[in-house]
């Protein structure tokens, strides 16, 4: 099978990549580099440098294609009120030029890369699949704009599209990034001997599971025969901003202190997947122990080049 993998240079779309070349199959790749790295590409794959927002240059990476794994995106809640047009150009336009593209090219399913961020503020918890969706950020709004897309091309175009919504997703090729996730974040601050900021009382609580664990669900998702539709994934636990903070701190072997700060816009105060539809559909499971998690990922931040050659 021949796959294309939007946001190939990306650090999840990098574990997509590469558990589909470790399966047997062939891989293009399509990413601008705007945040994503041509290190996280093996060289042995074509990779096409273009934007998803230029559709032409989708329909030519689509090319031979038989799925698509379409995780190209402006991520995060704080970098889309920072730059909202950006957003939505970015995550609604782009995933409509690879919907065109794939139906163009007769693909029957592309796998798109969702967010728990549609949900906005939990109601109730564990967070099923039909809990309401109410974002609170200009990304949460571009991700359940996207998924419509998604959604009504099935109706349409018979296609079998899935759209995954992920939580919070660690692991190794993610990088520091003042926008990005909480888990590099501290890591690359208490490697370098800087406080943690924690906004709010830090009792807030995350569902955190492993870049491992997401890829793995993507490629079950994108062969399955009948999948479709949309999916929670998730750990199907959660700890709290303090537990994760002292955890970074003595993995990290700093004594750094934590420092709290006002909460911030657009942020929720509790998240906890329901993956069970996950599980019934593909046969979706969080393997990945957080513990032995963090103590990966701190490993592979303080080895790797780029990260040591930002701190030097």
Same mark, same amino acid.
């Not at 303090?242 to 934590?258: F, P, Y």
């Given at each position: 099978?021949?796959?294309?993998?939007?946001?190939?240079?990306?650090?999840?779309?990098?574990?997509?990549?590469?558990?589909?070349?470790?399966?047997?199959?062939?891989?293009?790749?399509?990413?601008?580099?705007?945040?994503?790295?041509?290190?996280?590409?093996?060289?042995?794959?074509?990779?096409?440098?273009?934007?998803?927002?230029?559709?032409?240059?989708?329909?030519?990476?689509?090319?031979?294609?038989?799925?698509?794994?379409?995780?190209?995106?402006?991520?995060?809640?704080?970098?889309?009120?920072?730059?909202?047009?950006?957003?939505?150009?970015?995550?609604?336009?782009?995933?409509?030029?690879?919907?065109?593209?794939?139906?163009?090219?007769?693909?029957?399913?592309?796998?798109?890369?969702?967010?728990?961020?549609?949900?906005?503020?939990?109601?109730?918890?564990?967070?099923?699949?039909?809990?309401?969706?109410?974002?609170?950020?200009?990304?949460?709004?571009?991700?359940?704009?996207?998924?419509?897309?998604?959604?009504?091309?099935?109706?349409?175009?018979?296609?079998?599209?899935?759209?995954?919504?992920?939580?919070?997703?660690?692991?190794?090729?993610?990088?520091?990034?003042?926008?990005?996730?909480?888990?590099?974040?501290?890591?690359?601050?208490?490697?370098?001997?800087?406080?943690?900021?924690?906004?709010?009382?830090?009792?807030?609580?995350?569902?955190?599971?492993?870049?491992?664990?997401?890829?793995?669900?993507?490629?079950?998702?994108?062969?399955?025969?009948?999948?479709?539709?949309?999916?929670?994934?998730?750990?199907?636990?959660?700890?709290?901003?303090?537990?994760?903070?002292?955890?970074?701190?003595?993995?990290?072997?700093?004594?750094?202190?934590?420092?709290?700060?006002?909460?911030?816009?657009?942020? #929720?105060?509790?998240?906890?997947?329901? #993956?069970?539809?996950?599980?019934?559909?593909?046969?979706?499971?969080?393997? #990945?122990?957080?513990?032995?998690?963090?103590?990966?990922?701190?490993?592979?931040?303080?080895?790797?080049?780029?990260?040591?050659?930002?701190?030097?």
């Amino acid at each position: 099978m021949k796959a294309l993998v939007t946001g190939a240079g990306g650090f999840i779309g990098s574990h997509v990549v590469a558990l589909l070349l470790e399966r047997g199959h062939d891989v293009i790749g399509l990413d601008d580099f705007s945040s994503g790295y041509a290190e996280n590409v093996p060289s042995d794959i074509y990779c096409l440098e273009a934007d998803v927002q230029d559709g032409e240059a989708v329909m030519k990476a689509t090319q031979g294609c038989e799925l698509v794994f379409h995780l190209a995106a402006s991520v995060g809640n704080k970098r889309s009120i920072d730059r909202p047009q950006l957003d939505s150009a970015t995550n609604v336009l782009g995933t409509l030029n690879v919907l065109e593209a794939a139906r163009r090219r007769a693909i029957g399913r592309v796998v798109f890369s969702s967010s728990a961020g549609v949900f906005g503020e939990l109601k109730t918890l564990p967070i099923a699949e039909d809990h309401p969706q109410d974002p609170d950020s200009p990304y949460g709004v571009s991700k359940l704009a996207a998924e419509k897309h998604c959604l009504v091309y099935n109706k349409l175009h018979g296609m079998r599209n899935v759209c995954l919504r992920y939580f919070n997703v660690y692991g190794p090729n993610q990088r520091f990034d003042a926008y990005g996730n909480v888990i590099p974040i501290f890591a690359e601050r208490a490697l370098t001997g800087r406080h943690l900021d924690i906004f709010g009382d830090g009792e807030q609580t995350r569902d955190f599971v492993h870049a491992g664990d997401v890829a793995a669900a993507n490629v079950a998702a994108g062969l399955h025969e009948h999948a479709a539709g949309v999916f929670n994934l998730g750990s199907g636990t959660r700890v709290t901003i303090n537990w994760l903070a002292d955890e970074v701190i003595r993995l990290s072997g700093t004594a750094v202190e934590k420092r709290y700060c006002p909460p911030r816009a657009g942020d #929720v105060r509790d998240s906890l997947a329901a #993956v069970d539809l996950a599980r019934d559909a593909f046969g979706y499971e969080a393997g #990945v122990d957080l513990r032995l998690g963090l103590r990966e990922y701190l490993h592979w931040l303080r080895n790797d080049p780029i990260s040591v050659a930002k701190r030097s």
